[in-house]
């Protein structure tokens, strides 16, 4: 196993891998380097030590032959016989990936009377889909769908599979890669191919988003990514297009978790397929004042979107959080309301026509990106434009 340890002898105490390593997980005690809990194993610091104070053993990596993994997987998720958009935006991505190394795309489908979607996964991109039609495959399980996609990955050996990062993609993605035991990066916000290497460059947003990492999965297969909705765009369909559809016939799996009921998001908000949304951000002062922000919504057509701490107060439901740890949305307009423009909420927001911001300071970060702003106070603002917008509709 991977450990790290001090040399006591040579530490002079110098502080440089304090300063090196990203985790505060060094101290100085008595001039000696301690190295903490809060260790991950990193090796972030041992370059830095000048003295060779820093004994880091790393675990022997055995690499199996990996050319025999071929081709790019695109997990088909869908519910009730309706393909999830994602999975549609990976087909794109697929497909300009595979070109790069001349490989064929395959998308999953596993369902119960999921056979019509097939065609509409062709059309998207798929050069072929593999597919699952089973009665003990209607509703979504974790385990069961994992062990499925985990036999089909043993028997079919694919190099890269992507999915969704939805509810059911996060559960999913975990599952398969710790029992393959591969590597896995969520939430990517871009991917790309490093042809000569062979190896997808799949890059994030790490440390609050203060940088973005790029990450590869050099000595296991397949490498996995899951990507949030939006992030990517689909193709056009083309029903035109031919592809092949495999049916598979499978055992039926048994997951230990039964479902019972589905119960449906009782406010039915899909934020990421708005395409107007009134972000709501601590500026507008009070729960009181968010029917504002709502109004505007209302006379626009649109929804109602938030920053975090306005979820976190408890003024909004989780649900309507856009950014990094909310949800990525990419509406045609955005009108960011007393927000200010952190790097975690603007991760949230791909490829918008039009921002708007309205923000009482001048200097704001959301200025920067906004493509109209308006500056002043949020609660006279508000009721200004939904009024101008209710008279033009007359
Ligand atoms: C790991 C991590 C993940 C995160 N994930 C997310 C995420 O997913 N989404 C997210 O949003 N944040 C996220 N954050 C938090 C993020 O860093 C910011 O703190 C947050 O986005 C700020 O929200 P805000 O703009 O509403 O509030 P503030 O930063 O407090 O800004 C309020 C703005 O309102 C303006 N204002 C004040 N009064 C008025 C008024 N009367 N009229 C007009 N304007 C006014 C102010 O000038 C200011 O610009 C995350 C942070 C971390 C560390
Ligand atoms: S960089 Fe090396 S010598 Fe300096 S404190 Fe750390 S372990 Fe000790
Ligand atoms: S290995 Fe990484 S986490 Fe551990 S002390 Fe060094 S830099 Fe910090």
């Keep these: 196993m991977a450990s790290i340890n001090i040399i006591e002898d040579k530490c002079v105490g110098c502080r440089r891998c304090v300063a090196a390593c990203p985790f505060n997980a060094i101290e100085i005690i008595d001039k000696k380097a301690h190295i903490g809990e809060k260790c991950n194993l990193c090796g972030s610091c041992v370059e ?35 393909l ?19 490989v064929k795309v395959t998308a999953v489908l596993l369902g119960h009377k999921v056979e019509p979607l097939s065609k509409e996964l062709v059309a998207y991109g798929a050069d072929e889909v593999l597919m699952v039609d089973e009665e003990w495959l209607n509703d979504f399980n ?5 062990e499925t996609m985990v036999n089909l990955i043993e028997e079919y050996k694919p190099e890269i599979v ?45 440390f609050g988003g203060n940088l973005m990492a790029e990450i590869i999965c050099p000595n296991n297969r397949p490498q996995m990514a899951t990507v949030r909705p939006k992030v990517f765009k689909p193709l056009e369909a083309d029903y035109n297009r031919q592809g092949k559809i495999i049916k598979l016939k499978k055992e039926p799996i048994e997951g230990s978790v039964k ?38 919504a209302d006379a626009l057509g649109g ?20 950014g990094q740890t909310g949800k990525t949305v990419a509406p045609k307009i955005y009108i960011a309301c007393g927000i200010s423009g952190a790097i975690q909420h603007l991760a949230g927001l791909a490829d918008i026509e039009t921002v708007i911001a309205i923000n009482s300071d001048p200097e704001a970060p959301i200025f920067k990106i906004a493509n109209y702003g308006i500056v002043g106070d949020v609660r006279e603002i508000l009721p200004l434009l939904t009024e101008k917008i209710r008279e033009s509709k007359k």
Aim: aromatic share 6%.
């Design 259 to 296: 479902l019972i009921k589905n119960i449906d998001n009782a406010e039915g908000i899909n934020l990421s397929d708005a395409n107007i949304i009134v972000g709501v951000g601590r500026g507008i002062g009070s729960e009181r004042n968010i029917r504002l922000a709502q109004e505007l």
């Design 162 to 206: 992507l999915i969704g990062a939805t509810a059911k993609g996060r559960s999913l993605a975990p599952h398969i890669s710790s029992t393959i035991r591969t590597g896995l990066t969520a939430d990517c916000t871009s991917l790309s191919m490093d042809v000569e290497k062979r190896l997808l460059v799949q890059t994030r947003p790490a």
């Design 142 to 146: 974790d385990h069961i769908y994992g």
């Design 84 to 102: 999830k958009t994602v999975s549609l935006e990976l087909l794109g991505k697929a497909r300009e990936l595979a070109k790069t190394i001349n």
């Design 303 to 322: 929804t109602l979107g938030s920053s975090r701490p306005v979820v976190d107060i408890g003024w909004l439901p989780y649900s309507r959080q856009v």
């Design 48 to 82: 830095s030590c000048k003295f060779n104070a820093i004994d880091f053993q790393r675990d022997e990596v055995k690499i199996g032959d990996l050319s025999i993994y071929q081709g790019i997987w695109v997990f088909a998720e869908q519910r009730y016989g309706q």
